[in-house]
C-alpha cells in the first residue's frame, strides 16, 4: 500500500526530526555540523521557508519551520539531505546512505504548543547531558533565540517575538514535564498535528485527513467464547 503524504499545509508550523541510519552518528565533528548548518541557510533561502528553532545532536536534527506553501519542506529536505550526503561521504570516504528513512514531521499550533516545541528542541543536549546549559550549545537555536548572538538562520515566530530574548531563557529554566516530553513524541512519531483541539479539527477540515494521534499502544483484544472454543 502507497504511503499517504504528510499532513502539510502552507504557513502552518512543522516540527521536523531526521535521524542517522540506525541511530549512527550524522555528524563526526564540528566541521560536519558547520557545513550542514550552511546547507541549512542555503535552503531555506531557495525554499523560502521560516526557520524557528534547530538543533544538530550527534545522530539526528530537529527543525521547527514554517512553509510559505504546501511541498516546501519536502523540497527544503530532500535538497539539505542529497547535499549534506554527498558532502559527507566524500569528506569521510564513505559511500551510501546516512539518513534513516523519510524525515518525519508533525504540524504545530502556534500558540503555547510552538513555545513548548522550540523548548522540547533547544532542551536536546540538556536531556542527552551533553551540557548542563542549553545556551552553551553552539549547534542549536538556543543562544540566538536567547539573543546571546545573531543567528542567520533564524527567522522567530510572533509569538517568539512577543516573548522576547528575556522571557524565553525564563522559559527555559522550567523543565518540561513527563506528560509534555511522552506527547511531543508521539504525535511527532504519528506525524499528525501537535496543539489544541481547535486546531487539530481545522487541520482535519482542510486535509480531510485525521490528525489525532492512536493510542501508543492499544490493548490486546479479548477473545469471546466462540474464538477460544
Known amino acids: 500500500m502507497a504511503r499517504l503524504p504528510r499532513i502539510d499545509l502552507p504557513g502552518i508550523p512543522q516540527h521536523v526530526v531526521q535521524r542517522g541510519n540506525n541511530r549512527l552518528p550524522c555528524f563526526l565533528d564540528d566541521e560536519d555540523r558547520a557545513r550542514y548548518r550552511q546547507l541549512l541557510r542555503e535552503a531555506l533561502l531557495a525554499s523560502d521557508c521560516r526557520l524557528h528553532a534547530y538543533v544538530l545532536m550527534d545522530n539526528h536534527v530537529h527543525l521547527l519551520i514554517t512553509p510559505p506553501r504546501t511541498g516546501a519542506i519536502g523540497q527544503l529536505m530532500q535538497r539539505l539531505g542529497r547535499q549534506y550526503v554527498g558532502q559527507f561521504n566524500a569528506r569521510h570516504g564513505r559511500t551510501g546512505t546516512l539518513w534513516e528513512g523519510r524525515y518525519k ?21 540538556v536531556r542527552a547531558r551533553m551540557t548542563d546549559d542549553p545556551t552553551a550549545f553552539a549547534w542549536s537555536s538556543c543562544p540566538g533565540l536567547c539573543g546571546l548572538r545573531d543567528d542567520p538562520l533564524l527567522a522567530p515566530h510572533p509569538v517568539q517575538r512577543a516573548l522576547g530574548a528575556d522571557g524565553y531563557r525564563a522559559l527555559l529554566a522550567e523543565a518540561l514535564g513527563e506528560e509534555d516530553l511522552a506527547a511531543l513524541r508521539l504525535y511527532l512519531q504519528q506525524q499528525r498535528a501537535y496543539g489544541r483541539d481547535a486546531f487539530r479539527a481545522m487541520v482535519e477540515a482542510k486535509t480531510q485527513r485525521f490528525a489525532g494521534v492512536r493510542p501508543a499502544h492499544r490493548p490486546a483484544k479479548t477473545k469471546s467464547i466462540t474464538e477460544t472454543g
Open 105 to 125: 514531521a508533525c504540524l504545530v499550533d502556534t500558540t503555547e504548543y510552538l513555545l513548548r516545541c522550540a523548548r522540547y528542541i533547544d532542551l536536546n543536549p
